[in-house]
């Protein structure tokens, strides 16, 4: 069978150590959801897929274009689905990637993101998310980074995600992450913790 854009983004977020291989891996994503939205126009998945992909290409090209457009397309899916526990993870995540990236200023002039948003997105996600480990896991990387002093919330988040289940790859991933933060989280270690989440989020094994 061949390859989702999902199976692809996944590849190229949490495998690639090449910035060059990991555009190309996009563009593959892109180009994908494309053929899937030309057939079916209605197909969330792959409307989804694309967000993301765009999303992942302005990241690491620095295109505010691409960024903002995945935000729309974020936007669009939540209208739809408001209960939709992937998109409020990508609206969390594309807020607090925003805010860490650019600091809190640069980010909200420049493109209108915002911690708080970012936050309440992704308590919305992981609560809407059930048992599998992709909400909180991700949830947990996340919460750290935006805040190394915040670590009862995120040990919440990283237990949580280190009983969930794995029912795709991703989920297993991102509870592998998880688990490889609880020891810097159980000694209190923000620091430590959020250096650690910096190398387990997406193109994490990229350098720097």
Same mark, same amino acid.
């Given at each position: 069978? @061949?390859?989702?854009?999902?199976?692809?983004?996944? &590849?190229?977020?949490?495998?690639? /150590? /090449?910035?060059?291989? #990991?555009?190309?891996?996009?563009?593959?994503?892109?180009?994908?959801?494309?053929?899937? +939205?030309?057939?079916?126009? *209605?197909?969330?998945? %792959? %409307?989804? $897929?694309?967000?993301?992909?765009?999303?992942?290409?302005?990241?690491?090209?620095?295109?505010?274009?691409?960024?903002?457009?995945?935000?729309?397309? !974020?936007?669009?899916?939540?209208? $739809?689905?408001?209960?939709?526990?992937?998109? $409020?993870?990508?609206? &969390? =995540?594309?807020? +607090?990637?925003?805010? /860490?990236?650019?600091? *809190? !200023?640069? =980010?909200?002039?420049?493109?209108? &993101?915002?911690?708080?948003?970012?936050?309440?997105?992704?308590?919305?996600?992981?609560?809407?998310?059930?048992?599998?480990? !992709?909400?909180? *896991?991700?949830?947990?990387?996340?919460?750290?980074?935006? /805040?190394?002093?915040?670590?009862?919330?995120?040990?919440?988040?990283?237990? =949580?995600? =280190?009983?969930? $289940?794995?029912?795709?790859?991703?989920?297993?991933?991102?509870?592998?992450?998880?688990?490889?933060? +609880?020891?810097?989280?159980?000694?209190?270690?923000?620091?430590?913790? #959020? @250096?650690?989440?910096?190398?387990?989020?997406?193109?994490?094994?990229?350098?720097?």
């Amino acid at each position: 069978m @061949a390859e989702t854009p999902r199976d692809i983004l996944t &590849a190229a977020a949490f495998k690639t /150590d /090449d910035k060059a291989r #990991a555009l190309q891996l996009i563009g593959s994503a892109i180009t994908a959801a494309d053929r899937a +939205l030309a057939a079916h126009p *209605g197909d969330r998945e %792959a %409307a989804l $897929q694309r967000g993301v992909a765009i999303g992942y290409r302005g990241k690491l090209t620095h295109s505010r274009t691409d960024v903002r457009a995945s935000l729309d397309v !974020f936007q669009k899916l939540l209208a $739809q689905n408001p209960r939709d526990a992937e998109v $409020q993870m990508a609206i &969390a =995540a594309w807020h +607090l990637g925003a805010v /860490d990236e650019l600091g *809190g !200023f640069l =980010a909200r002039t420049a493109l209108g &993101a915002k911690k708080d948003q970012g936050l309440s997105a992704l308590t919305r996600a992981v609560d809407l998310g059930g048992n599998r480990a !992709f909400y909180p *896991g991700l949830a947990a990387l996340m919460q750290i980074r935006s /805040d190394h002093g915040s670590v009862a919330a995120t040990r919440r988040f990283a237990e =949580a995600a =280190a009983a969930g $289940q794995t029912p795709t790859p991703l989920d297993a991933i991102l509870k592998r992450a998880a688990i490889s933060m +609880l020891p810097a989280l159980r000694a209190n270690d923000g620091k430590a913790a #959020a @250096a650690l989440a910096l190398k387990l989020l997406p193109f994490g094994k990229l350098p720097g």
